[in-house]
């Protein structure tokens, strides 16, 4: 049991000898969060071996001046968000990002290559009142990450991998192969080959357990780009069985859209894209 006590400002302390757990929301629809929460039995024995100090979603507000691990959701989207991430960086031992918001900026980074003023103003009645920075980024992009976690949302299987590991002092076993080989576990047959579905699957990184493919739909690219992902192979692929360069681009632009991989292959087909996306 941990020990509390009251510091120099007035603020409530507590020492514990068991590892610290904090979990931070950014700009996210807290879906990662909530895969958290639907461990369930798994939570209830990790907390046993964990002290879970701060996570607003399940009620644990304390603060500390430093915690073992920080898991850490959403992308950064305004300066405040910038301010606060280097806070959290600065009161973590281990940083872990989770889900595509946190570690490629979210779907919301199709912002990226738009006009961001122009939304305000068409969206908002008083737009002037709205203080967001021109992009949507991930975490890396601002501060050192000891781990990413990819998905939309992230896998649960994968996030207490993680946190187990990063407690026991070893590297966490991730996948960096495709969706591909998860099919090829399962017995699926390939549905962009059997008929001529789209599929993001040679190109994204597994940890869906091959959940679309499954039941005969396309990849989606939820866990992002692969090791080695040949973007530009797909792309002549995806044409062979009659998919247009617009539903190409498309399908790259999605919940990774700002994973190098993903915007490298959706500008390779189309460099500007804004007027494109505004004019239909």
Not at 72 to 97: F, M, P, Q, Y
Not at 221 to 250: H, K, M, W, Y
Request: proline fraction near 5%.
């Amino acid at each position: 049991m941990g020990q509390s006590g009251i510091d120099a400002w007035g603020a409530r302390t507590v020492t514990t000898s068991r590892p610290t757990l904090a979990v931070w929301k950014f700009s996210s629809c807290d879906g990662c969060q909530l895969t958290l929460l639907d461990c369930e039995d798994e939570i209830l024995g990790l907390s046993e071996a964990i002290d879970i100090a701060y996570f607003l979603e399940a009620g644990h507000d304390r603060v500390d001046q430093m915690y073992d691990v920080s898991l850490v959701e959403g992308s950064i989207t305004t300066a405040h968000d910038a301010e606060r991430i280097r806070e959290v960086r600065a009161a973590s031992r281990k940083l872990v990002t989770i889900g595509a918001c946190a570690t490629s900026g979210g779907i919301q980074a199709l912002r990226n290559s738009a006009d961001v003023q122009e939304f305000t103003s068409i969206v908002y009645a008083h737009p002037e009142f709205i203080k967001t920075l021109e992009t949507s980024t991930g975490i890396a992009d601002h501060v050192p990450v000891d781990l990413e976690l990819r998905g939309c949302p992230i896998s649960r299987t994968q996030l207490l991998e993680a946190i187990s590991a990063l407690l026991a002092g070893r590297t966490p076993r991730l996948p960096s192969y495709s969706v591909c080989q998860e099919c090829k576990q399962a017995g699926n047959a390939c549905v962009l080959v059997a008929s001529g579905t789209p599929c993001l699957g040679p190109v994204t990184q597994a940890g869906c357990h091959s959940l679309c493919p499954s039941i005969g739909r396309g990849c989606f690219g939820c866990f992002g780009p692969s090791e080695s992902a040949n973007t530009a192979a797909l792309t002549e692929q995806l044409r062979r069985v009659g998919t247009n360069d617009r539903d190409i681009e498309r399908s790259f632009s999605t919940f990774n859209v700002n994973a190098p991989e993903f915007r490298t292959a959706a500008l390779a087909l189309y460099p500007i894209q804004s007027p494109r996306r505004g004019s239909e």
